[in-house]
């Protein structure tokens, strides 16, 4: 369970340093440029977007370090719970804007990141 646990989360805090980083670095009409999964930033001003993305490296960081330094691994599922809002945001955006068929991406970064939340909370806890 604990490797397991391990490699969603790397999974996700690569996945969200990237996709994070990107919103923070590129201008929204840049991200939009992407295709028809990105068009979600047309409901988002430019600060929001980098701000959102800001949240996303957060969280990625929150992920790894806290439990890789031994610092505050109690850090860890509460990153993974801020993804799970996060991506529950993100779903009701998709929904709104009538795209399920993106919206599917949204909903399986939640299940992963609550199992991440679930796992470190509980079974495989990093606080003994």
């Given at each position: 369970?604990n490797?397991?646990?391990?490699?969603v989360?790397?999974?996700l805090?690569?996945?969200?340093?990237?996709?994070?980083?990107g919103?923070?670095v590129?201008?929204?009409?840049?991200?939009?440029?992407?295709g028809?999964?990105?068009r979600w930033?047309?409901?988002f001003?430019g600060?929001?977007v980098?701000?959102?993305?800001?949240l996303?490296?957060?969280a990625?960081?929150?992920?790894?370090?806290?439990?890789?330094?031994?610092?505050?691994?109690?850090?860890?599922p509460l990153?993974a719970?801020g993804?799970?809002?996060?991506m529950i945001?993100?779903?009701?955006?998709?929904?709104?804007?009538?795209?399920?068929?993106?919206?599917?991406v949204?909903?399986l970064?939640?299940?992963?990141?609550a199992f991440?939340?679930?796992g470190?909370?509980?079974?495989?806890?990093f606080?003994?």
């Open positions: 369970m490797l397991a646990l391990w490699i989360t790397g999974l805090a690569v996945a969200y340093l990237l996709g994070g980083g919103k923070v590129m201008a929204k009409e840049k991200i939009a440029a992407f028809p999964s990105s930033v047309d409901d001003g600060g929001s980098k701000a959102i993305g800001a996303e490296v957060l990625a960081v929150g992920l790894i370090l806290p439990a890789a330094l031994d610092i505050a691994p109690v850090l860890v990153a719970t993804l799970v809002l996060l945001g993100a779903a009701i955006t998709r929904l709104r804007r009538h795209e399920l068929t993106f919206m599917a949204d909903v970064y939640i299940v992963l990141a991440v939340a679930w470190r909370f509980g079974p495989e806890s606080v003994h």
